[in-house]
């Protein structure tokens, strides 16, 4: 039976096992033999990220155009705007073509551990934060769909991946899941 591994990916690790030193990578915190990560998450995002050691499995999730929805929250600078959150929900055109609509909700700032290094702070701009659950895997979706609306993303945490969840998972932990076939 394949197996999947639910990782909370740190702040500045990049979703691989080589990387140039000083470079934090997945090596330095995934222990086990042959499991590759299933999809990515940009060196700036925390969260999960999904690893398998099943190549079919690791190729499908890995497609961008796979199907399963991703939940992220995003906290991002300015007081997020009824406008902006319609936007998002619509699509959004970016240079590599219109985003699919997306479940998008202001929520009130997530119980999350404190990112090292924390996010810059200014005195006179607020942030907020969104969820979003998209159903495509662009590379930096969410930043690109954020900034295009005019409110970048300072920190974005994945918090699902289809019926995968982070769950209470600190960053750089890790655990075994099953896979429901």
Excluded: C
Aim: proline residues 5%; glycine residues 8%.
């Amino acid at each position: 039976m394949p197996g999947i591994l639910l990782f909370n990916k740190p702040f500045g690790v990049l979703s691989q096992f080589t990387g140039a030193e000083p470079q934090a990578t997945l090596a330095n915190y995934i222990k086990r033999r042959g499991f590759y990560a299933a999809g990515r998450l940009d060196k700036d995002s925390e969260g999960l990220l999904l690893l398998t050691d099943d190549g079919k499995l690791q190729q499908i999730i890995s497609n961008p155009k796979y199907q399963g929805a991703k939940t992220y929250l995003a906290q991002v600078e300015g007081e997020i705007d009824d406008d902006a959150l319609w936007k998002l929900q619509q699509g959004i055109r970016l240079k590599d073509g219109l985003t699919r609509s997306a479940e998008v909700r202001r929520i009130e700032e997530p119980a999350l551990w404190a990112r090292h290094p924390p996010i810059r702070k200014r005195l006179h701009i607020a942030t907020s934060w969104v969820e979003l659950i998209l159903s495509e895997g662009r590379n930096r979706q969410v930043r690109r769909m954020t900034a295009a609306v005019g409110y970048p993303t300072l920190r974005l945490v994945r918090i699902q991946v289809a019926e995968w969840k982070l769950g209470d998972l600190q960053p750089g932990e890790s655990k075994l899941a099953t896979l429901e076939r």
